[in-house]
């Protein structure tokens, strides 16, 4: 079988090539599927040293490369090159990315492409001229906040064995409600002072740990700015908490079409 | 969404991870955590795993936390095979 591989030169004009492929054996490192893609570098060099190509199937574009052997190393420089690759598509284009380690025979990619063409297509739509922006926000004083709750309690400090149990149950319980209540406002006031900038949002809220929430966001890249900038009012306005600010990143939260995205 | 990597931005001791590290870790988060998933064609080896937390001072047990993540992954991934 034959398959399109359009790769991408130093010349001006993109070279189309045919390729034929050893549907048998040969695997295929993927690192994101995209509806076309552009000024892609010419032999730029992916994980296991082999070049990275543009494969063309049902119209979509895989950006790919080929892979001898089982398994992919989890190692940092794999980790890192992996981002690299979809973030050189993405100066362009927003793709969706593959799961780092995704490792396929050409039939098992062709299966996937043809049987979830309409999916991935709405889902480079949703996504298309698109950024994630994530957001943590983190107790300040967390600290201070563990302190304040040991000594608001009611019982006195000289308790037996059966009292300190209980005591500790009672700021365990009583704790976390007023924590999941301040960690459920928290993630109500930001949602709602940033849904005019986000197509989608995904938050985690976590007030049991340091972590207060964990969210994403995916943002038209004409609205990062905006949403940045109210960003920056949240901050001034909640000084008690901290805010841990990543991205753009390309969409991996908001990438995958077979799994619905666990809370 | 809630992922291991959420945890580990805060150290034991209350400090904030250096932008370095939590910019790695954010890295990790989104390329190992999220993506396009094809049903069991994750295959990753976790030999070299602690190369990548060498240095991550703000990890208490990386290569264990590492592994954790790994082998739920793995589940989701298995889960998917048979569902």
Same mark, same amino acid.
């Given at each position: 079988? %034959?398959?399109?591989?359009?790769?991408?030169? $130093?010349? =001006?004009?993109?070279?189309?090539?045919?390729? +034929?492929?050893?549907?048998?054996?040969?695997?295929?490192?993927?690192?994101?599927?995209?509806?076309?893609?552009?000024?892609?570098?010419?032999?730029?060099?992916?994980?296991?040293?082999?070049?990275?190509?543009?494969?063309?199937?049902?119209?979509?574009?895989?950006?790919?490369?080929?892979?001898?052997?089982?398994?992919? =190393?989890? /190692?940092?420089?794999?980790?890192?090159?992996?981002?690299?690759?979809?973030?050189?598509?993405?100066? @362009?284009? @927003?793709?969706? =990315?593959?799961?780092?380690?995704?490792?396929?025979? +050409?039939?098992?990619?062709?299966?996937?492409?043809?049987?979830?063409?309409?999916?991935?297509?709405?889902?480079?739509? @949703?996504? +298309?001229?698109?950024?994630?922006? !994530?957001?943590?926000?983190?107790?300040?004083?967390?600290?201070?906040?563990?302190?304040?709750?040991?000594?608001?309690?009611?019982?006195?400090?000289?308790?037996?064995?059966?009292? !300190?149990? #209980?005591?500790?149950?009672?700021?365990?319980?009583?704790?976390? *409600?007023?924590?999941?209540? *301040?960690?459920?406002?928290?993630?109500?006031?930001?949602?709602?002072?940033?849904?005019?900038?986000?197509? $989608? *949002?995904?938050?985690?809220?976590?007030?049991? +740990?340091? #972590?207060?929430?964990?969210?994403?966001?995916?943002?038209?890249?004409?609205?990062? /700015?905006?949403?940045?900038?109210? #960003?920056?009012?949240?901050?001034?306005?909640?000084?008690?908490?901290?805010?841990?600010?990543?991205?753009?990143?390309? =969409?991996?939260?908001?990438?995958?079409?077979? &799994?619905?995205?666990?809370? | 969404?809630?992922?291991?990597?959420? *945890?580990?931005?805060?150290?034991?001791?209350?400090?904030?991870?250096?932008?370095?590290?939590? !910019?790695?870790?954010?890295?990790?988060?989104?390329?190992?955590?999220?993506?396009?998933?094809?049903?069991?064609?994750?295959? %990753?080896?976790?030999?070299?795993?602690?190369?990548?937390?060498?240095?991550?001072?703000? &990890?208490?047990?990386?290569?264990?936390?590492?592994?954790?993540?790994?082998?739920?992954?793995?589940? @989701? /991934?298995?889960?998917?095979?048979?569902?």
């Amino acid at each position: 079988m %034959i398959y399109q591989a359009v790769l991408n030169s $130093q010349n =001006p004009h993109s070279q189309i090539r045919n390729l +034929q492929f050893d549907n048998s054996s040969m695997k295929r490192y993927l690192y994101c599927v995209a509806e076309h893609v552009s000024n892609f570098p010419g032999q730029l060099v992916g994980i296991a040293e082999h070049e990275v190509e543009l494969v063309t199937i049902e119209g979509l574009v895989v950006v790919t490369s080929k892979f001898e052997g089982d398994v992919v =190393p989890l /190692t940092r420089d794999n980790v890192l090159l992996h981002e690299s690759v979809v973030r050189r598509v993405f100066a @362009t284009t @927003t793709p969706l =990315p593959f799961r780092f380690g995704t490792l396929v025979r +050409q039939q098992v990619l062709n299966r996937y492409i043809n049987a979830r063409r309409h999916a991935l297509i709405e889902r480079l739509l @949703t996504v +298309q001229n698109c950024v994630e922006l !994530s957001v943590k926000i983190i107790w300040s004083n967390w600290s201070e906040r563990g302190q304040t709750r040991l000594q608001s309690s009611s019982l006195p400090d000289e308790s037996g064995p059966g009292s !300190s149990f #209980l005591k500790s149950k009672r700021e365990e319980l009583f704790g976390n *409600q007023e924590l999941g209540e *301040q960690a459920k406002e928290i993630s109500e006031w930001l949602g709602d002072r940033l849904k005019r900038f986000v197509r $989608q *949002q995904k938050i985690s809220v976590e007030p049991q +740990q340091k #972590l207060v929430l964990s969210s994403s966001y995916l943002v038209g890249r004409d609205f990062e /700015t905006g949403f940045r900038s109210e #960003l920056e009012a949240l901050r001034a306005e909640r000084p008690e908490l901290h805010f841990l600010v990543s991205g753009p990143w390309p =969409p991996y939260t908001f990438a995958n079409i077979d &799994l619905e995205f666990k809370t | 969404m809630s992922s291991p990597f959420d *945890q580990i931005v805060v150290s034991s001791d209350g400090e904030l991870a250096e932008e370095a590290e939590l !910019s790695l870790l954010e890295t990790l988060d989104h390329v190992l955590n999220r993506g396009l998933v094809i049903a069991g064609e994750i295959t %990753i080896s976790v030999a070299d795993v602690d190369l990548i937390f060498v240095g991550l001072n703000v &990890l208490v047990s990386s290569v264990e936390k590492a592994n954790e993540v790994l082998r739920e992954r793995k589940k @989701t /991934t298995s889960k998917e095979e048979t569902g």
